[in-house]
């Protein structure tokens, strides 16, 4: 049954949080190795000197010449090796309260957005993040460290659902520029992407041209597999920007505006973030720990290319 009701929310954020650490702590040991930090970490471009080869470290950074020399592998170091910083964008829109199945498109949002964090403090990197609301916006800056990431994590799943409703949020962008250190990671987190928000006749929100030359940017989007394949069956269901109830017949005319809406949506997603290896669509079905990794396969695969 579709819901377009406030979410029931995550329950207790700092449990589920705790749940979730084993199975990211699993992936980063286990299947992802060294690939979060080979995708995400900035390298300083200052050559220091050569040290042996760790577990995790770079392999781009392999210095072969020494390693043939010495029999065993040796890796470049460079002056300045920079920490990551991400900043999350979680863009809170009362359409992400919808979902035909058990969960929400928000519940699955906010819980891939405590994957990332905890991604993060697991590598020893810095964590922020915006939380952009109808009732206003919520600012934190990035910290470093198991325990005050935790915290972060759990005021971001923490937070009140926005009113069925109330209007779409707009992020701070101009605001963003100035948030983080430059060639942080910055990640969109939300529903329709806000390029088609932005000011009349624009492609893309105020000031996006400045956050890609400033960080490297990202889009995570969340689908409901209703979005994906209009429901074959005819069904009754609740417009809360109209107050009534509507119903879907499947009509050639509803199948016409649902397809149209699908285009539209994704010219808004390519424009926004053009390199395929920049965004993430998942929906609300998916394993959130699986559609990360695949994620970050993807990206080292590129770079091994």
């Given at each position: 049954m579709a819901t377009t009701s406030p979410s029931p929310g995550l329950g207790n954020p700092?449990?589920?949080?705790?749940?979730?650490?084993?199975?990211?702590?699993?992936?980063?040991?286990?299947?992802?190795?060294?690939?979060?930090?080979?995708?995400?970490?900035?390298?300083?471009?200052?050559?220091?000197?050569?040290?042996?080869?760790?577990?995790?470290?770079d392999v781009r950074d392999i210095d072969w010449n020494v390693t043939a020399r010495l029999g065993e592998p040796y890796r470049k170091k460079f002056v300045e090796e920079r920490e990551v910083t991400l900043l999350l964008v979680f863009e809170d829109s009362p359409s992400l309260l919808f979902g035909s199945g058990a969960q929400s498109k928000r519940e699955a949002l906010l819980e891939i957005a405590g994957l990332v964090m905890l991604l993060g403090a697991v590598n020893r990197d810095r964590v922020g993040f915006v939380h952009a609301?109808?009732?206003?916006?919520?600012?934190?800056?990035?910290?470093?460290?198991?325990?005050?990431?935790?915290?972060?994590?759990?005021?971001?799943?923490?937070?009140?659902?926005?009113?069925?409703?109330?209007?779409?949020?707009?992020?701070?962008?101009?605001?963003?520029?100035?948030?983080?250190?430059?060639?942080?990671?910055?990640?969109?987190?939300?529903?329709?992407?806000?390029?088609?928000?932005?000011?009349?006749?624009?492609?893309?929100?105020e000031g996006w041209a400045v956050l890609r030359r400033r960080y490297q940017t990202m889009g995570f989007r969340v689908d409901d597999p209703w979005e994906r394949e209009f429901p074959a069956a005819r069904m009754a269901a609740y417009d809360p920007a109209a107050g009534r109830l509507v119903t879907l017949d499947g009509g050639s005319a509803e199948r016409a505006a649902h397809a149209a809406w699908v285009r539209e949506r994704e010219a808004a997603w390519l424009d926004l973030f053009p390199d395929q290896l920049s965004r993430l669509a998942f929906t609300t079905g998916e394993n959130r720990l699986d559609a990360l990794v695949r994620f970050f396969h993807a990206r080292m695969r590129a770079g091994r290319g």
């Open positions: 700092l449990a589920l949080l705790r749940r979730l650490e084993w199975r990211v702590r699993h992936a980063v040991e286990n299947v992802l190795s060294g690939e979060y930090r080979s995708a995400f970490r900035g390298r300083g471009m200052e050559f220091d000197q050569v040290v042996k080869y760790e577990f995790g470290d609301a109808p009732g206003g916006t919520l600012v934190r800056e990035p910290v470093r460290g198991r325990g005050r990431i935790m915290h972060l994590a759990a005021s971001l799943l923490s937070r009140p659902a926005p009113e069925p409703t109330a209007a779409a949020p707009v992020p701070p962008w101009s605001f963003l520029a100035r948030a983080a250190p430059k060639h942080s990671i910055l990640i969109w987190l939300g529903d329709f992407p806000p390029a088609a928000r932005g000011p009349s006749g624009a492609t893309q929100p």
